[in-house]
């Protein structure tokens, strides 16, 4: 299974990311629509998309609106967002407010509610996450293969969502901050860098990828990717268009 960062920051885009998407082009899933929607097209590859949202603040949402670009001239028969209820609710009469985006999306909407069967045989539980107005975590199920993705919430061990991401194969975790800004992660509902890392060591997972990292430093490492390495060794820093195998 492959899965394809689309994009890997967090509050607004720059010139070396877009915002949180998440793609897995051989089951049409996508995690999350950021501006990083808009690479969704080239890889499209499925006749049904499934988009899965964490929660409903802008860096993870505005990317619907790219839609009747995304599938402009691809030949999909139904797309559907996934997420919860109050998610849904923000969309259709903030983000589609006639003065703000007066055209319906080519989308039909469903609330997460159970277990989700996924293409391929998979199928996707949820479970909350910490975080201000709420977040939602995803793990991904297939026969031996398996991954989470947990966004926006603070990381820290013995954190209720641990026992939901338990063994994955492939953790993909935000780490907006580094440990610097540890008490600033905690006021905002963000990870930092080492927390981030013993939540993996702790749920005994295969591989950590951290993403949503802070989009204003202007260098190349703006987590401390070895502070994470020396506590889980298999940790690595995501970038835009990186694909991973798991």
């Not at 293969?145 to 026992?163: F, H």
């Not at 338990?166 to 610097?180: Q, T």
């Not at 702790?202 to 390495?229: F, K, T």
């Amino acid at each position: 299974m492959k899965l394809v960062l689309l994009g890997t920051t967090g509050y607004h885009p720059c010139d070396r990311r877009q915002t949180a998407c998440f793609m897995l082009p051989e089951v049409g899933i996508v995690l999350d629509a950021g501006t990083g929607m808009y690479r969704v097209r080239e890889r499209l590859a499925t006749d049904e998309l499934d988009i899965f949202l964490s929660h409903a603040h802008l860096d993870h949402i505005v990317g619907l609106t790219f839609l009747f670009d995304v599938l402009y001239e691809k030949h999909v028969k139904r797309v559907t967002v996934h997420a919860g209820e109050p998610t849904i609710a923000a969309i259709r009469d903030h983000l589609l407010a006639p003065a703000v985006f007066p055209v319906a999306l080519p989308c039909e909407y469903r609330p997460l509610s159970g277990e989700v069967p996924l293409a391929g045989g998979g199928r996707l539980t949820h479970f909350p996450l910490e975080h201000p107005g709420g977040s939602t975590g995803f793990r991904l199920d297939w026969p031996g293969r398996s991954m989470a993705y947990v966004t926006d919430t603070i990381a820290r061990p013995g954190a209720d969502y641990i026992a939901a991401i338990r063994g994955v194969d492939l953790l993909v975790h935000e780490c907006y901050f580094d440990d610097s800004m540890h008490s600033w992660a905690e006021r905002t509902g963000h990870s930092s860098t080492t927390n981030v890392a013993r939540v993996a060591r702790e749920a005994d997972v295969g591989r950590l990828l951290l993403v949503h990292v802070n989009p204003l430093p202007g260098v190349h490492d703006p987590i401390g990717l070895e502070v994470a390495q020396a506590i889980f060794p298999q940790a690595e820093l995501g970038v835009d268009q990186m694909e991973i195998e798991f």
